[in-house]
Protein backbone atom coordinates (compact mmCIF):
# COMPACT_ATOMS: atom_id res chain seq x y z
CA UNK A 1 0.00 0.00 0.00
CA UNK A 2 1.85 3.09 -1.04
CA UNK A 3 2.07 5.78 1.59
CA UNK A 4 1.55 9.60 1.92
CA UNK A 5 3.84 11.50 -0.89
CA UNK A 6 5.14 15.06 -0.02
CA UNK A 7 7.17 17.00 -2.49
CA UNK A 8 9.51 18.75 -2.50
CA UNK A 9 11.47 16.28 0.59
CA UNK A 10 13.42 20.29 0.52
CA UNK A 11 13.06 23.83 -0.29
CA UNK A 12 15.75 26.33 0.50
CA UNK A 13 13.92 30.63 -0.29
CA UNK A 14 14.40 33.99 0.88
CA UNK A 15 12.47 35.49 3.41
CA UNK A 16 9.28 37.32 2.09
CA UNK A 17 8.87 34.85 -1.26
CA UNK A 18 5.85 32.80 -1.46
CA UNK A 19 6.32 28.71 -1.35
CA UNK A 20 3.98 25.54 -2.08
CA UNK A 21 3.64 22.56 -0.83
CA UNK A 22 1.87 19.43 -1.81
CA UNK A 23 0.58 16.03 -0.44
CA UNK A 24 -1.04 13.30 -1.54
CA UNK A 25 -2.94 10.98 0.84
CA UNK A 26 -3.17 7.29 1.03
CA UNK A 27 -6.32 6.33 -1.34
CA UNK A 28 -9.12 6.26 0.56
CA UNK A 29 -8.72 8.25 3.50
CA UNK A 30 -10.43 11.23 4.44
CA UNK A 31 -9.38 12.96 6.81
CA UNK A 32 -5.72 15.21 5.98
CA UNK A 33 -3.81 17.03 8.21
CA UNK A 34 -1.25 19.40 7.80
CA UNK A 35 2.03 19.64 10.68
CA UNK A 36 4.70 22.56 11.25
CA UNK A 37 7.77 20.30 12.98
CA UNK A 38 10.17 23.08 14.19
CA UNK A 39 13.68 21.71 15.32
CA UNK A 40 13.64 20.21 18.52
CA UNK A 41 10.13 20.13 19.03
CA UNK A 42 6.49 18.36 18.43
CA UNK A 43 4.88 18.20 15.32
CA UNK A 44 1.90 21.02 15.71
CA UNK A 45 -1.18 21.04 13.65
CA UNK A 46 -1.63 23.48 11.50
CA UNK A 47 -4.84 22.51 9.49
CA UNK A 48 -7.36 19.49 9.34
CA UNK A 49 -9.70 18.66 6.62
CA UNK A 50 -12.44 16.18 6.02
CA UNK A 51 -12.69 15.51 2.78
CA UNK A 52 -12.44 18.69 1.38
CA UNK A 53 -13.87 20.70 3.74
CA UNK A 54 -12.17 22.48 6.85
CA UNK A 55 -12.54 20.78 10.61
CA UNK A 56 -9.99 22.54 12.06
CA UNK A 57 -7.39 25.71 11.28
CA UNK A 58 -7.56 27.46 14.37
CA UNK A 59 -3.56 27.45 14.52
CA UNK A 60 -2.67 28.47 11.01
CA UNK A 61 -1.52 31.72 10.49
CA UNK A 62 -3.72 32.70 7.88
CA UNK A 63 -2.11 36.19 7.13
CA UNK A 64 0.31 34.08 5.42
CA UNK A 65 -0.58 30.24 5.25
CA UNK A 66 -3.28 29.07 3.11
CA UNK A 67 -4.63 25.31 2.33
CA UNK A 68 -6.82 23.80 -0.01
CA UNK A 69 -7.88 20.45 -0.75
CA UNK A 70 -9.62 20.04 -4.03
CA UNK A 71 -11.72 17.28 -4.80
CA UNK A 72 -10.93 16.06 -1.51
CA UNK A 73 -7.59 13.86 -1.85
CA UNK A 74 -4.66 16.13 -2.57
CA UNK A 75 -3.65 19.15 -0.65
CA UNK A 76 -1.69 21.97 -0.69
CA UNK A 77 -0.11 24.25 1.50
CA UNK A 78 1.26 27.41 0.61
CA UNK A 79 2.90 30.22 2.91
CA UNK A 80 3.08 33.91 1.14
CA UNK A 81 5.16 35.95 2.13
CA UNK A 82 7.63 33.71 4.40
CA UNK A 83 9.47 34.63 7.78
CA UNK A 84 12.88 33.20 8.72
CA UNK A 85 10.00 31.53 11.68
CA UNK A 86 8.61 29.67 9.19
CA UNK A 87 11.78 27.35 8.79
CA UNK A 88 10.34 23.94 9.75
CA UNK A 89 9.82 20.56 8.31
CA UNK A 90 6.24 20.43 6.77
CA UNK A 91 4.15 17.27 7.52
CA UNK A 92 1.04 15.76 6.18
CA UNK A 93 -0.49 12.79 7.68
CA UNK A 94 -4.00 11.11 6.43
CA UNK A 95 -6.62 8.98 7.90
CA UNK A 96 -9.17 6.49 7.75
CA UNK A 97 -11.62 7.95 10.48
CA UNK A 98 -10.62 11.54 11.37
CA UNK A 99 -10.80 10.51 14.91
CA UNK A 100 -7.54 11.42 17.61
CA UNK A 101 -7.23 7.91 18.55
CA UNK A 102 -7.19 6.28 15.12
CA UNK A 103 -3.85 5.95 13.58
CA UNK A 104 -2.30 8.87 11.50
CA UNK A 105 -0.02 7.77 8.47
CA UNK A 106 2.95 10.75 8.07
CA UNK A 107 4.77 11.55 5.11
CA UNK A 108 8.06 12.13 5.21
CA UNK A 109 7.46 15.76 5.37
CA UNK A 110 9.21 18.70 3.10
CA UNK A 111 12.60 20.42 5.26
CA UNK A 112 11.69 24.44 4.10
CA UNK A 113 14.66 26.49 5.29
CA UNK A 114 14.13 30.32 5.29
CA UNK A 115 16.87 32.82 4.65
CA UNK B 1 -4.98 23.30 23.81
CA UNK B 2 -3.74 20.55 26.15
CA UNK B 3 -0.04 20.77 26.52
CA UNK B 4 1.72 17.55 27.08
CA UNK B 5 5.48 17.83 28.78
CA UNK B 6 8.05 14.58 28.05
CA UNK B 7 10.82 13.77 29.63
CA UNK B 8 13.76 13.32 29.49
CA UNK B 9 14.43 15.44 26.80
CA UNK B 10 17.00 13.61 25.78
CA UNK B 11 18.91 10.08 26.30
CA UNK B 12 22.18 8.29 25.78
CA UNK B 13 22.52 4.76 26.98
CA UNK B 14 24.30 1.82 26.13
CA UNK B 15 22.93 -1.36 24.61
CA UNK B 16 21.35 -3.64 26.74
CA UNK B 17 20.49 -1.74 29.40
CA UNK B 18 16.73 -0.83 30.92
CA UNK B 19 14.89 3.01 30.22
CA UNK B 20 11.69 4.58 30.86
CA UNK B 21 10.35 7.98 29.51
CA UNK B 22 7.63 10.01 30.42
CA UNK B 23 4.41 12.05 29.15
CA UNK B 24 2.46 14.00 31.56
CA UNK B 25 -0.12 16.32 31.59
CA UNK B 26 -2.32 18.61 33.63
CA UNK B 27 -5.16 18.08 31.75
CA UNK B 28 -7.50 14.39 31.14
CA UNK B 29 -6.51 12.44 28.12
CA UNK B 30 -9.47 10.55 26.15
CA UNK B 31 -6.69 8.63 24.82
CA UNK B 32 -3.34 8.72 24.28
CA UNK B 33 -0.36 7.56 21.57
CA UNK B 34 3.11 6.79 21.41
CA UNK B 35 5.13 7.93 17.74
CA UNK B 36 8.34 7.35 16.78
CA UNK B 37 10.20 9.23 14.57
CA UNK B 38 13.46 8.67 12.82
CA UNK B 39 15.63 11.43 11.17
CA UNK B 40 14.01 12.43 7.24
CA UNK B 41 11.10 10.23 8.11
CA UNK B 42 7.62 11.72 9.83
CA UNK B 43 6.22 9.86 13.09
CA UNK B 44 5.39 6.27 13.34
CA UNK B 45 2.75 5.27 15.04
CA UNK B 46 3.92 2.75 17.98
CA UNK B 47 0.55 2.29 20.39
CA UNK B 48 -2.65 3.60 21.03
CA UNK B 49 -3.98 3.71 24.88
CA UNK B 50 -7.32 4.38 25.73
CA UNK B 51 -8.30 3.06 29.33
CA UNK B 52 -6.96 4.52 32.60
CA UNK B 53 -4.36 2.02 34.14
CA UNK B 54 -4.21 -0.05 30.81
CA UNK B 55 -0.73 -1.70 30.38
CA UNK B 56 0.17 -2.36 26.51
CA UNK B 57 3.40 -4.59 25.31
CA UNK B 58 4.79 -4.37 21.95
CA UNK B 59 7.42 -6.96 22.53
CA UNK B 60 10.51 -4.77 24.41
CA UNK B 61 7.96 -1.82 24.64
CA UNK B 62 5.83 -1.39 27.86
CA UNK B 63 3.55 1.20 27.53
CA UNK B 64 1.44 2.15 30.36
CA UNK B 65 -1.68 5.00 30.94
CA UNK B 66 -1.91 6.41 33.88
CA UNK B 67 -5.00 5.67 36.13
CA UNK B 68 -6.13 9.24 35.60
CA UNK B 69 -5.49 9.60 31.90
CA UNK B 70 -3.28 12.33 32.48
CA UNK B 71 -0.22 10.36 31.97
CA UNK B 72 1.85 7.40 30.42
CA UNK B 73 5.04 6.25 30.19
CA UNK B 74 7.33 3.80 27.69
CA UNK B 75 9.55 1.19 28.99
CA UNK B 76 12.10 -0.36 26.77
CA UNK B 77 13.72 -3.72 27.71
CA UNK B 78 17.04 -4.56 26.85
CA UNK B 79 17.78 -1.43 24.36
CA UNK B 80 19.07 -2.29 20.65
CA UNK B 81 20.15 0.46 18.68
CA UNK B 82 17.97 -0.07 16.52
CA UNK B 83 15.84 1.58 18.96
CA UNK B 84 17.31 4.93 18.39
CA UNK B 85 14.94 7.58 17.10
CA UNK B 86 12.51 10.84 18.56
CA UNK B 87 9.66 9.22 20.64
CA UNK B 88 6.70 11.55 21.05
CA UNK B 89 3.58 11.23 22.33
CA UNK B 90 0.57 12.62 21.07
CA UNK B 91 -3.23 13.14 22.43
CA UNK B 92 -6.52 14.68 21.04
CA UNK B 93 -5.92 18.37 20.63
CA UNK B 94 -9.96 19.05 21.77
CA UNK B 95 -12.29 21.75 21.05
CA UNK B 96 -13.81 19.53 19.29
CA UNK B 97 -10.73 18.82 16.50
CA UNK B 98 -9.75 15.11 15.97
CA UNK B 99 -5.86 16.33 15.38
CA UNK B 100 -3.41 15.93 17.94
CA UNK B 101 -1.09 17.60 19.97
CA UNK B 102 1.94 16.38 20.34
CA UNK B 103 4.80 16.76 23.18
CA UNK B 104 8.54 17.77 21.96
CA UNK B 105 9.55 14.31 22.70
CA UNK B 106 12.25 12.22 23.79
CA UNK B 107 15.54 11.77 21.67
CA UNK B 108 17.03 8.30 22.22
CA UNK B 109 20.24 7.30 21.76
CA UNK B 110 21.32 3.86 21.85
CA UNK B 111 25.23 3.32 22.04
CA UNK B 112 26.57 -0.37 20.83
Known amino acids: EAGVAQSPRYKIIEKRQSVAFWCNPISGHATLYWYQQILGQGPKLLIQFQNNGVVDDSQLPKDRFSAERLKGVDSTLKIQPAKLEDSAVYLC?????????????FGQGTRLTVV | TQLLEQSPQFLSIQEGENLTVYCNSS?????LQWYRQEPGEGPVLLVT?????EVKKLKRLTFQFGDARKDSSLHITAAQPGDTGLYLC????????????FGKGTHLIIQP
Open chain 2, 27 to 31: SVFSS
Open chain 2, 90 to 101: AGPSGGGADGLT
Open chain 1, 93 to 105: ASSLAGRADTEAF
Open chain 2, 49 to 53: VVTGG
